[in-house]
Nanobody, 117 residues
Framework: QVQLVESGGGLVQAGGSLRLSCAAS????????EGWFRQAPGKQRELVAR???????NYADSVKGRFTISRDNAKNTVYLQMNSLKPEDTAVYYC???????????WGKGTLVTVSS
């Protein structure tokens, strides 16, 4: 079955950095679009960054210039490098894999990122 396992969350001071990882199994990883979403307390889940199978990326305006999404198809893993973190980045971060052609859309269980001021 499809599994997405996130790691790398934690507590960091404002201005610090974290790198999130999401390891996928049970899918043909290289053809899917991978995304990082986040959900802060009391707010809706929102897209943070997305990367297609050919490496095209897009970012939420709030993280442009600070976050970088990348993927390693050989390791079936997608990463989110987060720099210059702000308290408003505090949220549970979720990994998503999507392939519209095959009707595929799966989520990880999330990893908590807390940024202290």
């Amino acid at each position: 079955q499809v599994q997405l396992v996130e790691s790398g969350g934690g507590l960091v001071q404002a201005g610090g950095s974290l790198r999130l990882s999401c390891a996928a199994s049970g899918i043909i990883f290289s053809i899917n679009t991978e995304g990082w979403f986040r959900q802060a307390p009391g707010k809706q889940r929102e897209l943070v960054a997305r990367i297609t199978g050919v490496g095209s990326t897009n970012y939420a305006d709030s993280v442009k210039g600070r976050f970088t999404i990348s993927r390693d198809n050989a390791k079936n893993t997608v990463y989110l490098q987060m720099n210059s973190l702000k308290p408003e980045d505090t949220a549970v971060y979720y990994c998503n894999t999507n392939n519209t052609f095959y009707g595929m859309d799966y989520w990880g269980k999330g990893t908590l990122v807390t940024v202290s001021s």
